[in-house]
């Protein structure tokens, strides 16, 4: 996995840019007189081929994009990529996970430390009650890979909800600039805060909230399934609603989840060479919003090149 350098972006920036400079080249006097408001969102911009080839194409053409918020044409204020913002990212890790886990450290580190510079980096674990924060929000990278430690592997660190344990962490980049900001979760998706008798949906309470706040604080969360010790050596449906759940999560914020079968990935290697793409093409899309109402409005970012694929959240709560 490697770092890509920043001349490979620059021209899809370009392009991007220049849609929203004809818009502004108007005059004053021509523009509707309304209320506006800003939105800035998290997209990833990539191709289905550079997935598949595992690494990102020299140049990637993504044309005209288009904003709609409730259906309605928006207006692209500014796109920001690698080279204009810095990453934000939380790596998050149930501390009940099996001890097939560990396995993965080295791999998790690797990752972490490759990350392009200027990247924040933050390292948690989310256990009964509380979030352990291994390492706060810093640019160095090796102090941050460093912060990893083995899961305990105990159902007594099982975290009352893991998605109540995103939402503390979410609070975490408030502090922080707004820009490119994603969190990487490590998690079998189970939520027992209801009572295991609750779990006939992927949709909790907890879960919703911390969609909610992903959506508000302009957050991707890229969810890695891993079965934790009880849904490892449980035969019923569990394992395959806690994915569902983390699904749901992921699709939500912009993000994406990775899980293989029911049981846990042989390595996370494939997730995160997919993961290396998504994070080195995600922007910080900042669009005008016509929409003064509160409440929920939905989202829809696409491109002219068919080829093109996005992913973006699906809408946000404004209050």
Do not use: W
């Not at 800003?38 to 044309?63: C, F, G, H, N, R």
């Not at 008798?197 to 879960?207: C, E, F, I, Q, R």
């Amino acid at each position: 996995m490697k770092t890509y350098r920043v001349c490979h972006l620059l021209g899809l920036t370009l392009c991007l840019l220049a849609s929203a400079i004809c818009v502004f080249a108007q005059p004053e006097s021509s523009r509707p007189k309304q209320n506006v408001r800003t939105v800035t969102i998290p997209i990833s911009i990539y191709t289905k081929k550079e997935l598949e080839q595992d690494k990102a194409q020299e140049y990637l053409q993504a044309d005209r994009l288009t904003v709609k918020e409730d259906r309605e044409d928006q207006t692209i204020l500014s796109i920001r990529s690698v080279s204009d913002t810095p990453l934000s990212v939380a790596f998050l890790i149930q501390d009940d996970l099996g001890s097939t886990f560990n396995l993965q450290l080295k791999s998790i580190g690797d990752f972490i430390k490759e990350l392009p510079r200027g990247s924040r980096v933050m390292v948690a674990y989310m256990r009964a009650g509380s979030l352990n924060i291994r390492q706060k929000f810093t640019e160095d990278l090796t102090k941050a890979a460093g912060s990893l430690r083995i899961v305990m592997s105990s159902p007594t660190a099982a975290p009352r909800s893991p998605y109540e344990a995103v939402s503390e962490a979410l609070n975490r980049f408030d502090a922080l600039p707004a820009g490119r900001r994603a969190i990487v979760l490590f998690s079998d998706g189970v939520d027992a805060a209801q009572g295991l008798s609750a779990l006939s949906t992927v949709s909790t309470p907890d879960m919703e909230r911390a969609i909610l706040k992903a959506e508000r604080k302009s957050v991707a969360v890229y969810s890695i399934y891993s079965p934790a010790t009880f849904t490892e050596r449980d035969n019923s449906n569990l394992p395959l609603i806690g994915q569902g759940g983390l699904e749901k999560l992921s699709d939500e914020t912009g993000g994406r989840a990775f899980f293989q079968g029911t049981i846990a990935p042989l390595s996370f290697d494939p997730f995160f060479k997919d993961l290396t793409i998504l994070l080195n093409r995600q922007f910080a899309l900042t669009y005008l919003s016509t929409h003064m109402k509160r409440g929920y409005h939905s989202v829809d970012v696409r491109s002219t090149n068919p080829e093109v694929k996005i992913e973006h959240p699906k809408g946000y709560y404004y209050r």
